[in-house]
């Protein structure tokens, strides 16, 4: 039996296999590409009062969730825009939330993401409730 | 009763087995996605907003690919090494030879002593090859299994004398033969030693338990139990991790099964 007809006799037989082990594989490479275009860890987001309003000012806490460590918070102020980026964010299962004296104190906000140093953006703005 | 009759009842004995069986595992990776206690009332049958952070935690939260490749490179020399000896020894006891008979008594004797008793003499001889902490001191008591040089030899006796005596007439010599004639003839039996010894090492717990005293060389078993003690109110994570060490072993079969059956039926028919 010649090589080319055993090679097209063992693909037929083992096509269902080679298909998995392609797709997995395939699957791995683009999920790993993707991870290497989003890991420079930058959390970012917006701060507003009640009405809509950018805050400017807003300190903004970022708190890693975790089950056994006690870790100092990350903070950072928005700028005139309402906006605040933290960089170089290592966490997976964070806790959010943003004050300013004189306006209030948003609610906290829980976010998990699928990989070490994410980029990630707030899907939903941090309002501050006067008394809250 | 009718033909028909007893046809259906037994697809509905069937359908009860699979439901039997499949509820378990449905349930391990409903968990796995929502995180819902075993516990709640009332229990829900559909997930409700499933997710996939448990797995990302599990594999933040312990060195899990430190683990899965220690698994695998155990596994890897394991299932590789059977293939080898187990052939070489299904082959030599084809033959008939003054001590045979002996040798296949001892071998069936040998399975019958649990390796919880054999453990320190084991450990003992691992010690004294400095394969302490080691993947390949991790393989060593599974590098061979009696029960699947049954499996080869049973189907190497399925293979026509004819076969033999050509080759032999051919000057072929004995490795050869092996190579050439009887290891392709025995796909179901090659199969069977991939599933049943890929299972067995991956599974295997208390050897590893005992030769490796760095975490960094520890296998999947080993990190489930180190995740227990640590996280003890974790369902999701802890079904998260249940289902990434057992779905190799279920790729690994599903892959495989068809000559795994086929070599488990002429492992019992012949052996």
Known sequence: ?132 | MSKRRRHIFTHILLVIVCFLIIVPIYWVVKTSLTGENLFNYPPSLIPKDPHIYFFVDVYYWIPFLRFFMNSVIVSAIVVVSNIIFNAMAGFALGYNFPGKRFIILTYLSCMMVPFQTTIIPAFLLTKYFGLLNTHLGLALPLVSTIINIFVFKANFDAVPLSLYDAARIDGMADWRMLLRIYLPLARPAIATNIILTFVWSWNNFIWPLIITQDTIMRTLPLGLARFLSYFEDTSGQLYAFVIMVIAPIIVVFLMNQRSFISGMMSGAVKG
Request: charged share 25%.
């Open chain 1, 1 to 132: 039996m010649s090589l080319a007809r055993r090679l097209s006799e063992f693909g037929r037989a083992n096509l269902g296999r080679f298909v998995f082990i392609v797709a997995v594989v395939l699957a791995l490479l683009i999920w790993n590409i993707h991870v290497r275009l989003n890991d420079d860890g930058i959390i970012t987001g917006v701060v507003l009062t009640p009405e809509g309003d950018p805050v400017q000012g807003a300190t903004v806490q970022l708190r890693e969730q975790t089950l056994n460590l006690v870790k100092e918070p990350r903070t950072e102020q928005t700028d005139d825009q309402g906006r605040f980026i933290f960089t170089d964010i290592e966490m997976i299962d964070f806790v959010i939330s943003a004050k300013k004296e004189g306006i209030g104190t948003s609610k906290r906000h829980r976010y998990h993401l699928y990989f070490m140093r994410q980029n990630f953006e707030l899907p939903e703005p941090l309002v501050l409730e006067a008394g809250s």
